[in-house]
């Protein structure tokens, strides 16, 4: 029999009239928004399963998401209070270092999951279609969970030292969400698009989040700082948001305008790098996973 | 709107085989290629080096596909493994980018390429039900609304609120497969799903994508399983080596499907290149013959011999190969790891195996086999369509078989008894 190939060359149906064209991609590639709206019911569910499932099977179920900040902040004031004695700019150490773990956390525990989250769903990126930012969205929207229930033990504490909140200046809270939330997703972004090519990702992730949280002022204070370092701290935006929540629930002083502005930029560049560095790897993502 | 679902122009996929099969990309391993293909371009302004990656490092899995799918067609592709069955349904869903020509499409797509996929242990059957849904592109209130069917449809009532884990398999496939079921796609892609489940769930999921036929969509079916193809579409697509070479029915493509696979059985296995596998060690020939008396003859109830001879030597090497009949039906397996007190261990890093079955259980008519190697716990070496033998008519058990009722392959040895009751009325 014949093994000559057909429609080599030879011309087919095409009327331009098709709904969809798919063809090689290059570039950045466009981010497709309407897409990303009309798939908005699978990032609801993703989310809901990750809420669902993160618990499951362990003992102390849901009780985890407030475990892990208090026992690092009764762990951080015996270490940096008792025993080194750091400077908690006149607030009770154990809710300066808690009002700071509270966004540390969500942003730690948040690029953790996400960073693995295309690594741990192969299947999903090599048999079914849809946006895969998604994948790595989900992850972090479900940690929100936890930041809330964290964020009413903070409520507790508040409570329990007497510490008042800076009236409206809670409301700064949001844009200071937001700003982790950024942060959070264009960090992710990058490193679980990676980590699809270069498995490294997985074991550098731990400790580049140590040596953050160390570069992050969560259990010290800005103030602490030489004059000269306090604007350029502005560079990590996680620092704006954890000083940020300090000024707004504890009452230190606020960060410098400098380091806010610095941290918006940098927030702003992080974000629109993830998304595009994920958006260009994107399309091969199934080929190489 | 035409009436064309899908239309393929020259669509070509590119896999570049080096980065494929190393799965495990390191930061080291490109860093240090990087070094090496700038030290190689340093090199090649030199003297002109090896620096564009050589045609030995990508391997096309699809070349030039032209083709034309009208809305309503129920099209089956066939082709051996490796032809780029999988890579142009992973093109039209839209999974993989072709890397070059374009694809058009018009309606919706929804593609079945592995059932299950999204399914989340922890969850229940239920909570399953909706995230699956959702991930193949239902709507929450199309999900609502259809769930009850779903469910009806899988058989799982009781289970709905049991965690998916605690599921036998069969129970996770025909949850899975229920959804997929009341998917409602203009067009639905499905890749060999239906290889998994009972028969009679089969029969169900069949006759339900049946239904989506006559309800005016387009379905696109992969499968190994020619009976299924046959029953299920109408137009077949011949895929050879990446390229399109037969469009028409589906009895034509496949018989040259069948054609082809013997074509591929007359090169020497030694030179097969459609392998998989850590390819450590392979099997570098095989021989079937029949009895001492009539060489290589192989028929019905008479002593039968498969011999496969390897290249490369690895301790605990174990062989199995699958007998398939025409239509590619697997008829039965044989496997060396699975040991009798009849079998002689003569090495345990060998580099032959003999298989010997004294009565061929086989009906007249033309098998295949695939075998596989497996060593030191990963699969060295597969190979599909390995050889092609023709078993004829013969005797089994003193009994001659001729086989040609066509039904069933196997011919057991067996002894009938025709006794009356004594007492009996009967004149």
Redesign the interface.
């Known amino acids: 029999?014949?093994?000559?190939?057909?429609?080599?060359?030879?011309s087919?149906?095409?009327?331009d009239?098709?709904?969809?064209?798919?063809?090689?991609?290059h570039g950045l590639g466009a981010l497709r928004l309407p897409e990303l709206i009309s798939?908005r019911?699978?990032l609801?569910?993703?989310t809901?399963?990750d809420i669902?499932?993160r618990y499951?099977?362990t003992a102390l179920g849901v009780i985890w998401a407030i475990l892990q900040p208090v026992l690092a902040m009764i762990l951080f004031s015996i270490v940096f209070s008792d025993v080194a004695k750091i400077s908690s700019q006149g607030v009770p150490y154990p809710i300066f270092s808690y009002c700071a773990l509270v966004p540390w956390l969500f942003f730690a525990n948040s690029v953790q999951l996400s960073s693995l989250s295309l690594t741990l769903?192969p299947?999903?990126?090599?048999?079914?279609?849809?946006p895969r930012v998604y994948v790595v969205t989900s992850p972090i929207l479900a940690s929100l969970v936890d930041f809330a229930l964290a964020s009413v033990i903070l409520i507790g504490l508040m409570i329990y030292y007497s510490v008042a909140p800076r009236g409206v200046g809670v409301i700064l809270l949001v844009p200071l969400l937001l700003l982790a939330l950024m942060t959070t997703f264009g960090v992710s972004a990058w490193l679980a698009a990676l980590n699809v090519?270069?498995?490294?990702v997985r074991f550098a992730v731990p400790f580049m989040i140590q040596v953050w949280m160390f570069a992050s002022p969560v259990v010290y204070s800005v103030a602490a700082l030489p004059a000269a370092w306090r604007d350029v701290y502005g560079l990590n935006p996680m620092s704006t948001v954890i000083e940020g929540f300090r000024w707004a629930l504890v009452g230190t002083p606020p960060p410098s305008a400098g380091s806010v502005l610095l941290s918006v930029l940098t927030g702003l560049i992080i974000f629109v790098g993830g998304l595009l560095y994920f958006n260009r790897t994107e399309?091969r993502f199934?080929?190489?996973v | 709107?035409?009436a064309?679902a899908i239309?393929?122009?020259?669509v070509s996929k590119r896999?570049e085989i080096g980065?494929?099969r190393q799965?495990?990309?390191?930061?080291?391993d490109?860093v240090s290629d990087a070094a090496r293909r700038s030290a190689a371009r340093l090199g090649g302004r030199l003297r002109r080096g090896p620096t564009e990656p050589s045609d030995l490092e990508t391997l096309w899995a699809l070349?030039?596909?032209?083709?034309?799918i009208k809305r309503g067609d129920l099209v089956g592709i066939v082709g051996n493994n490796g032809a780029g069955k999988s890579t142009l349904l992973?093109?039209?869903?839209?999974?993989?980018?072709?890397?070059?020509?374009?694809?058009?499409?018009?309606?919706r797509?929804g593609?079945l390429?592995?059932v299950g996929?999204?399914f989340?242990p922890?969850?229940t059957g239920r909570?399953n039900v909706?995230?699956y849904a959702?991930?193949?592109?239902m709507?929450?209130t199309e999900i609502t609304r259809r769930f009850d069917e779903i469910v009806e449809f899988a058989d799982v009532t009781r289970f709905l609120d049991t965690p998916v884990k605690r599921y036998s398999s069969g129970m996770q496939v025909r949850l899975a497969f229920a959804v997929a079921a009341y998917l409602e796609p203009d067009i639905l892609l499905v890749d060999e799903v239906l290889a998994v489940g009972d028969a009679a769930f089969q029969k169900k999921c069949l006759g339900r994508m049946g239904e989506s036929a006559t309800e005016g969509r387009t379905v696109v079916f992969v499968s190994h399983n020619m009976a299924v193809m046959k029953a299920l579409c109408k137009r077949g697509m011949v895929l050879?080596?990446g390229?399109?070479?037969?469009?028409g029915t589906i009895d034509e493509a496949i018989s040259?499907y069948l054609?082809?696979l013997e074509?591929m059985i007359t090169i020497p296995v030694v030179k097969r290149t459609d392998r998989t596998g850590w390819d450590m060690v392979r099997v570098r020939q095989i021989r079937i013959r029949g009895g001492q008396r009539d060489g290589d003859v192989v028929t019905t109830g008479g002593p039968a011999t498969f011999e496969f001879e390897l290249a490369g030597q690895l301790p605990s090497t174990s062989c199995n190969f699958i007998i398939l009949d025409d239509l590619g039906h697997p008829v039965t397996e044989f496997n060396s790891e699975n040991p009798a007190p009849d079998d002689v261990f003569g090495s345990d890093a060998p580099t032959r195996f003999v298989c010997e079955i004294p009565e061929l259980p086989l009906i007249a008519g033309r098998y295949r086999i695939d075998v596989e190697l497996h060593a030191q716990g990963h699969l060295q070496d597969r190979l599909q369509s390995a050889a092609v033998f023709d078993v004829e008519q013969g005797v089994m058990g003193g009994r001659p078989v001729s086989g040609e009722s066509g039904r069933g392959s196997m011919a057991v040895r067996h002894r009938w008894t025709r006794t009356a009751d004594e007492l009996s009325d009967v004149v």
């Open positions: 029999m014949s093994t000559e190939a057909l429609g080599r060359g030879s087919v149906a095409w009327d009239s098709f709904e969809h064209v798919l063809e090689p991609t798939f019911e699978l609801y569910f993703l809901w399963r669902k499932v499951k099977q769903n299947n999903l990126i090599t048999k079914v279609y849809f090519k270069y498995r490294d399309r199934a080929d190489i | 709107m035409g064309s239309v393929g122009e020259r896999y980065r494929a799965q495990h990309d390191t930061l080291r490109a070349r030039d596909v032209s083709f034309e992973k093109i039209i869903s839209r999974i993989t980018e072709p890397t070059s020509g374009r694809v058009g499409i018009n309606g797509v593609s390429l592995e996929t999204g989340h922890e969850l909570e909706f995230l959702s991930i193949l592109g709507r929450q050879h080596g390229q399109l070479t037969y469009d040259r054609g082809n074509q």
